[in-house]
Nanobody
Framework: QVQLVESGGGLVQAGDSLRLSCAAS????????IGWFRQGPGKEREFVAA????????AYAHSVKDRITISRDNAKNTVYLQMNSLNPEDTAIYYC??????????????????WGQGTQVTVST
């Protein structure tokens, strides 16, 4: 069983930056692909970014790829999501998820085996 804990969310103003963290409780963290998803008020959960177990490949949702960077530090069992130029449409609960499988779409939530509880990001105007 893998436990994932997200942190770094909060209330920010439009144009600000945030860095979210996803910490995992497993000695084999380097074997997992990690994805970030978000769910805004009244919206379905949507894919944000993913990173392979070596740090590549990376994948981004088209809507965020110019503003968001995903990275990982396997020595710290942590994946980061750097978000810049935040706008109110980025308001959501952000979840990280882990998967072992190498095949299948990075953007499909059903391809992930473990999920964190989420961290709230609120962007005000």
């Amino acid at each position: 069983q893998v436990q994932l804990v997200e942190s770094g969310g909060g209330l920010v103003q439009a144009g600000d930056s945030l860095r979210l963290s996803c910490a995992a409780s497993t000695l084999t963290f380097g074997s997992y692909t990690i994805g970030w998803f978000r769910q805004g008020p009244g919206k379905e959960r949507e894919f944000v970014a993913a990173i392979g177990w070596t740090g590549s490949p990376t994948a981004y949702a088209h809507s965020v790829k110019d503003r968001i960077t995903i990275s990982r530090d396997n020595a710290k069992n942590t994946v980061y999501l750097q978000m810049n130029s935040l706008n109110p449409e980025d308001t959501a609960i952000y979840y990280c998820a882990a998967r072992v499988r190498l095949d299948g779409s990075y953007s499909s939530p059903e391809m992930y085996d473990y999920w964190g509880q989420g961290t709230q990001v609120t962007v005000s105007t």
